[in-house]
């Protein structure tokens, strides 16, 4: 109540479960009652800018999925049907194409440090296939391949040689085989420094033409038209 000199003769408070009143004049009173009211046990519910800032986003996003669910054909389950559609075709893309680098590597020699024959190629490319690892299966069979040629002097042992250069220099010296060896070097390129991922096939085709070639005689010489079968 409010006495005749400006004074609230009686305030209660109330805290802590007691009623206790109190004579205090007009401004105190409001004073103490800002700081009471401005005590957070008050506010503890209250969401905060970054709380009101997440349930916008969320009813956003809420109504976002219904505007769509609403105007894809047969309605939620329609919607849900584009979506699973989406994800196949992204997984079909990842299965065929691999997973794709940030940059392409440029073209490096065919060969590692260590000298190894053919044979021992071959049988790397069979255990890598055997354990369907394709991509070291068409690395290793790449390899075997370029290694006969070099066994049989076909090409000139060069340890800095590219799979692009072997092919290039094969074909010329074998053109039945010239397109079919500028492929295998192309699979090698993208499996080894393009992030591509071999397949069964494309091992079972280096395979064939490596064995086509060891049962190849090279042109020898100018005159000679066609390469023989030996």
């Known amino acids: 109540m409010t006495g005749a000199g400006g004074t609230i003769t009686a305030v209660r408070i109330v805290r802590g479960g007691e009623d206790v009143p ?16 401005s005590d957070p046990m008050y506010h503890e519910h209250d ?41 196949g075709l992204g997984a079909a893309l990842w299965w065929r194409l ?8 440029s073209p490096e020699t065919l060969f590692g440090g260590t000298v190894r024959s053919a044979a021992d190629h ?3 490319a069979t255990a890598h296939a055997e354990a369907r690892r394709w991509t070291e299966a ?30 290039a220099e094969a074909g010329r010296l074998m053109p039945a085989h010239s397109d079919r060896l500028r492929a295998a070097a192309r699979v090698f390129d993208d499996v080894t420094y393009g992030g591509r991922s071999a ?14 070639l060891r049962a190849t005689k090279p042109l020898l010489t100018a005159g000679t038209s066609l390469e023989t079968a030996g």
């Open 138 to 167: 068409v690395q290793e069979r790449m390899r075997a391949l370029v290694r006969s040629l070099e066994d049989r002097a076909v090409l000139d042992p060069r340890p800095g040689r590219t799979a692009d250069e072997a092919a």
């Open 47 to 87: 969401p905060n800018l970054l709380e009101r800032g997440l349930d916008r986003f969320w009813d956003w996003v809420g109504d976002l999925f219904a505007g769509a669910a609403g105007a894809a054909p047969g309605g939620p389950l329609g919607l849900v049907v584009l979506v699973l559609a989406v994800v």
């Open 98 to 105: 691999g997973t794709p680098r940030r940059a392409v590597r």
């Open 122 to 124: 071959r049988a790397a």
């Open 22 to 37: 109190v004579d205090i004049p007009r401004v105190p009173a409001r004073e103490a009652a800002e700081r009471e009211l």
């Open 199 to 212: 397949d069964e096939a494309g091992y079972l085709s280096l395979c064939a033409l490596d064995e086509d």
